[in-house]
């Protein structure tokens, strides 16, 4: 399933114009092929494709996460956003939207999302998620583990996230049991 669901995703990355994406998601599984090969895998977790970037605002996440801006377009010739974001263990996002969609490229660790209304779906290394424009969820790490993911926001000329409450305790709780 895996297979197929990365399959599909480098197949919807070529056809829309995200060959750029399609690469630093290819060459990421390469790079982590070859550390579990080369034995650098150390308690289940790869050696880190991208160095962690700055620390994530307070404002919209719960703990602590860190964003690396890959690809920042700020001269709006791909009209898209690349970015590497690493959750420390329970760590979340509010709830958001973006208006152009998002697509999450899991590529270590384990984790949850959730569209709201919906059950939380658990993530893992090789996972992808496509999100439709302006659905509202959230996503963030399995409280005993890390989560890392590339995501990709496009047309940004649309706008940027729009962030609303916290993702609470309890909802947490009740998503990830």
Not at 119 to 125: D, E, W
Not at 147 to 172: C, M, Q, R
């Amino acid at each position: 399933m895996k297979s197929k669901q990365f399959s599909l995703a480098v197949k919807a990355a070529l056809s829309s114009g995200f060959f750029l994406v399609a690469v630093i998601f290819l060459v990421g599984c390469a790079g982590s092929a070859q550390a579990q090969t080369a034995g650098q895998n150390t308690g289940g977790t790869m050696e880190p494709i991208f160095p962690r970037g700055a620390k994530a605002p307070e404002a919209v996440f719960t703990g602590t996460a860190f964003n690396n801006m890959l690809v920042p377009d700020t001269d709006g010739i791909y009209d898209l956003q690349v970015y590497d974001v690493v959750f420390e263990a329970g760590a979340r996002n509010n709830w958001h939207a973006h208006p152009g969609g998002q697509i999450l490229l899991v590529t270590d660790g384990k984790g949850w999302y959730q569209e709201r209304g919906k059950p939380a779906r658990f993530l893992q290394r090789g996972d992808v998620v496509v999100i439709p424009p302006d659905v509202e969820h959230w996503h963030g790490a399995a409280s005993d583990s890390e989560f890392t993911h590339i995501g990709i926001s496009p047309n940004v000329h649309k706008g940027g996230a729009k962030w609303l409450e916290p993702v609470s305790d309890a909802e947490y709780t009740e998503a990830t049991k």
